[in-house]
């Protein structure tokens, strides 16, 4: 079982600050994703890295996959309150195959107005 | 793109009464499904695995006899929650994935049930 850290757990920041998430593991991934989860929705891909060290820009999101392929970080520039959801990374489902996503911990990020 | 509903949205019940809830692949067939829980402020958690025609496998800690899946067809699987209890109020989501889905890149996911028993 591979083991996803998320950091922090919890984070509430003002509309306009800066954020940065974490997501840690031991293992080594080919590569990994990123998703957000709305309140009463499911989860949403926003993103795939593959390469180490890897930058990925998604309007405000920048999303980074490590050197050494076993951690990734998320970079929110002037947060809205739309950003506002749970995110989660998980290793990418290799192509074809049926196995399941083992998502991280996740992060609750608020935004407040 | 794939969609993925789920009945009912939410739903109220009872202790002790049974719930089903409902997952539909609308525009690719299932072959397999996978049933996620999710406690408030929680991550996602891999609750069984499905595959058309056959029995599902449960991950450790899952009772198969309280949380019975079906999985009939390739565009409908069924998980109930039989005589539930207060500990069994979640958000469960189903997972299909299967012949014609999307590229393996992306995993979609129903909009979920809000369980909420009394």
């Known amino acids: 079982t591979q083991l996803l850290e998320q950091s922090p757990q919890f984070l509430s920041i003002q509309e306009g600050e800066n954020l940065t998430v974490y997501c840690n593991s031991s293992s080594v991934f080919s590569s990994l994703q990123w998703y957000r989860q709305e309140p009463g929705e499911g989860p949403v891909l926003l993103v795939t890295?593959?390469?180490?060290?890897e930058v990925k820009k998604l309007k405000r999101l920048t999303f980074q996959f490590g050197d050494a392929r076993k951690d990734s970080s998320l970079h929110i520039t002037a947060a809205q309150p739309g950003d506002t959801g749970l995110y989660l990374c998980?290793?990418?489902?290799?192509?074809?195959?049926?196995?399941?996503?083992?998502f991280g911990s996740g992060t609750q990020l608020t935004v407040l107005p | 793109g794939a969609v993925v509903s789920q009945h009912p949205s939410w739903v109220i019940c009872k202790s002790g009464t049974s719930v089903k809830i409902e997952c539909r692949s609308l525009d690719f067939q299932a072959t397999t499904m996978f049933w996620y829980r999710q406690f408030p402020k929680q991550s996602l958690m891999l609750m069984a695995t499905s595959n058309e025609g056959s029995k599902a496998t449960y991950e450790q800690g899952v009772e198969k006899d309280k949380f019975l899946i079906n999985h009939a067809s390739l565009t409908l699987s069924t998980l109930t929650v039989t005589s539930a209890h207060p500990e069994d109020s979640s958000f469960y989501i189903c997972?299909?994935?299967?012949?014609?889905?999307?590229?393996?890149?992306?995993?979609?996911f129903g909009p979920g049930t809000r369980l909420l028993v009394l």
């Open positions: 998980a290793p990418k489902k290799p192509s074809g195959s049926a196995r399941q996503l083992t």
């Open positions: 997972s299909p994935i299967g012949a014609g889905a999307p590229p393996a890149e992306t995993q979609y």
């Open positions: 890295v593959v390469t180490g060290g």
